[in-house]
Nanobody
Framework: QVQLAESGGGLVQSGGSLRLSCAVSGFASSYYAIGWFRQAPGKEREGVSCLSTIDGSTFYADSVKGRFTISRDKAKNTAYLQMNSLKSEDTAVYYC???????????????????WGQGTKVTVSS
C-alpha cells in the first residue's frame, strides 16, 4: 500500500507560481507512475500531469502544457508539481495519485490510479 500526502497549496495571484509536493510512503518502490489531478468546484476531476517511474516519460494536459512541470526526487520519495504563470482557472483542489499495478494506464483516467492523497487547495486570484 502506498500512502501519499500533498502539501504546498495556497493563495497566489494570477501570474504567480507554486510548487506542490507529494510525499510517498509505505511500499514506496512499488508504484509505476505518479500523477497530479485537480478538481474545481462543480467540475470533474481532471488529469493534469503524470510521470512514469519506469522510463521517466511525462504527460501534461493541454491546459497546463508549458506552464507546469512534474518531477520526482527518488531519494526523498517525493514528487513535485511546479506551477508557473498561474491563471484563475487553475483554482482547484490538487491531488497526487499513484499507479500501483503494472500494465497499461492513462494519465487522464483517475480510475487507473489506486492510491490518492488527501488533496491540497490552490486558489489563484485574478
Amino acid at each position: 500500500q502506498v500512502q501519499l500526502a500533498e502539501s504546498g497549496g495556497g493563495l497566489v495571484q494570477s501570474g504567480g507560481s507554486l510548487r506542490l509536493s507529494c510525499a510517498v510512503s509505505g511500499f514506496a518502490s512499488s508504484y509505476y507512475a505518479i500523477g497530479w489531478f485537480r478538481q474545481a468546484p462543480g467540475k470533474e476531476r481532471e488529469g493534469v500531469s503524470c510521470l512514469s517511474t519506469i522510463d521517466g516519460s511525462t504527460f501534461y494536459a493541454d491546459s497546463v502544457k508549458g506552464r507546469f512541470t512534474i518531477s520526482r526526487d527518488k531519494a526523498k520519495n517525493t514528487a513535485y508539481l511546479q506551477m508557473n504563470s498561474l491563471k484563475s482557472e487553475d483554482t482547484a483542489v490538487y491531488y497526487c495519485a499513484s499507479v500501483d499495478e503494472d500494465g497499461w494506464y492513462s494519465c487522464s483516467l483517475a480510475t487507473d490510479f489506486g492510491s490518492w492523497g488527501q488533496g491540497t487547495k490552490v486558489t489563484v486570484s485574478s
